[in-house]
């Protein structure tokens, strides 16, 4: 099946054998009734497994090409699931520029669990070695970055990764399967806040792991069961019908995104552009090889660069609605260093280039005409 099937049909065939409904039945049950202890048709309890939530894990391992699917109640339950792989001692090498909360996890609450991690810029991926020894179990790649938009070679990450017996992680939120698949390029474990481009409509928050290896699979599934971090039904029908249509959304995300840069580019009252697109963008080239194209998410700085022109322009934008959160129909603009970002000392985010000035956009799927009008009536 080729990927806009899959967004469909990818894991969904016999859904309902009763009445051989489309759309999977929202399972709303904690529990299912067995004929003798231990037996039943395949469901037990709705931490363990639940028919609705099968039909999205299957939907979402289809579209990553993976074998294993698993939902999580949030893209952090997700990660907080990879991290529970480790024990005490072990290191992580990750992205230095990534989602704030993800860093937080990292640092406020693992940490404390004798984990640690180093930060590394990866746009040059032979840093990664430079901090592996013994201890180091796991690489976890944010790809393109939140927000800076940097491109991680996904595909030589996994080379060092293979090299040295370790797991890699790919937080695949911002790209989505619709433009990368990183376990075809060599990743172990797919993540993705499926609240954003998943979900696509703003409604629902979840996270997702997509991985091939099955023992990785029985040991995420255990901690996914153990721990307890799960969706309920009636969200997992809900992202299961965003996925339907990813393909169709993610192609206009990235055609207003392509718009909204080169508007900004030219814009006199705009600094800098971060968007993969440009053939100026200091990893362009490795977007062009590992993405089909270059999303909808496009950050900039005000060009008096301050705090103040920053929150100016956020305040005034009328269509772009100001708010958390990215991936949705409709376009969001944020300011990161007082928003996504903010669990970052400041010092930390300024070295990545999250500064005071930097404005990040997530262009919906509205009509491209207003949403430049938009911009450049707030930025005027
Ligand atoms: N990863 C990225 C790149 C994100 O942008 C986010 C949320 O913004 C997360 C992970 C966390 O996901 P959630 O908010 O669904 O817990």
């Not at 899959?6 to 067995?34: C, E, L, R």
């Not at 989602?99 to 930060?119: A, N, P, Q, V």
């Amino acid at each position: 099946m080729k990927f806009n099937t899959k967004t469909i049909h990818g894991g969904q065939h016999n859904i309902d054998p009763a009445y051989n409904s489309v759309m999977p039945p929202i399972y709303q049950t904690t529990t299912y009734g067995q004929s003798s202890p231990g037996e039943h048709k395949g469901f037990e309890y709705s931490r363990s497994g639940n028919p609705t939530r099968a039909a999205l894990e299957r939907s979402i391992a289809s579209i990553e090409n993976g074998d294993y699917g698993l939902a999580f109640s949030s893209g952090l339950a997700a990660i907080d699931a990879v991290l529970k792989l480790l024990k005490p001692g072990d290191e992580v090498i990750s992205t230095s520029d990534l989602y704030g909360g993800s860093y937080r996890i990292f640092t406020r609450i693992y940490e404390d669990f004798g984990i640690k991690f180093h930060f590394v810029g990866m746009e040059n991926v032979a840093n990664i070695e430079k901090f592996i020894n013994e201890n180091t179990k796991l690489v976890w790649v944010e790809t393109p970055t939140n927000p800076m938009m940097n491109i991680i070679d996904i595909k030589a990450a996994a080379a060092i990764t293979q090299k040295h017996n370790l797991l890699l992680a790919v937080d695949n939120t911002f790209a989505t399967p619709y433009l990368q698949t990183p376990l075809d390029l060599g990743a172990d474990i797919i993540m993705h806040s499926a609240t954003k481009y998943l979900g696509g409509h703003s409604d629902v928050v979840m996270g997702s792991l997509v991985v091939n290896d099955k023992s990785l699979a029985q040991k995420l599934y255990f901690i996914q069961n153990a721990s307890g971090a799960v969706p309920g039904p009636q969200d997992c029908f809900l992202v299961l019908r965003g996925i339907k249509t990813l393909h169709l959304r993610v192609q206009r995300h990235c055609e207003n995104g392509r718009a909204v840069a080169h508007f900004l580019k030219s814009n006199s009252n705009v600094d800098k552009v971060y968007w993969p697109g440009f053939e100026d963008h200091p990893n362009h080239q490795i977007a062009k090889k590992q993405m089909s194209d270059y999303g909808g998410m496009v950050s900039f700085t005000t060009k008096e660069g301050t705090l103040e022109s920053a929150i100016n322009v956020v305040s005034r934008v009328k269509i772009f609605t100001l708010a958390e959160s990215l991936g949705g129909v409709e376009s969001l603009a944020g300011h990161p260093a007082s928003m996504t970002h903010a669990s970052i000392p400041k010092k930390d985010r300024e070295k990545t280039g999250v500064v005071d000035s930097l404005i990040r956009l997530s262009v919906g799927i509205e009509d491209i005409d207003d949403l430049i009008a938009d911009l450049a009536q707030a930025l005027e």
